[in-house]
């Protein structure tokens, strides 16, 4: 499963993105403070209707502090395969927009209980900056 276009309204400090991506590689650049790490969290953030999908699994949530004041966050993901589906927090709510992503992720699950064929699992590792950066006093106290 790879992503084709990213789409991201009211996340954190981005009002607005279309962000197409190549199938083989895209690079974020830019000076800090920019939104680089926004866009990677929004695409985290959509990917987390995968688990969502599975039984007992936990999937990642947006966080209020996500949330740029009182409009609808809206976050688009589409695949080079043309699966697409969104997340969003406000604004009309209950529309299927996950029973494509659905599909594919039963199809996946009815493939490894049946043992049919190869399979082909997404796998995504992020860590944002939070994770990767402590504070001073927080390396004092051995966190």
Known sequence: MKL?????????????????LNPRLT?????N?????SVLSAIATGLGS???QLTDVSSV???????????????????VDGIAWERRVGGPQKRNVLRELKEVVEA????DREGTGPL???????YDTDRAVFDPPQ???GF
Do not use: C, M, W
Not at 33 to 37: L, M, R
Not at 62 to 74: A, E, I, M, V
Not at 108 to 111: G, Y
Not at 120 to 126: G, N, Q, R, S
């Open 27 to 31: 690079v974020l650049h830019g000076d």
């Open 108 to 111: 996946i699950v009815k493939a």
């Open 61 to 79: 949530r947006f966080l209020k502090s996500d949330r740029r004041g009182s409009r609808q966050l809206r976050v688009g993901l589409t695949t």
């Open 33 to 37: 403070g920019h939104g680089k790490t």
């Open 120 to 126: 082909h699992l997404p796998i995504v590792a992020f």
């Open 139 to 141: 390396r004092r106290r």
């Open 50 to 52: 995968i688990p969502g």
């Open 4 to 20: 084709a276009r990213v789409e991201i309204e009211n996340y954190r400090a981005i009002e607005k993105l279309d962000l197409p």
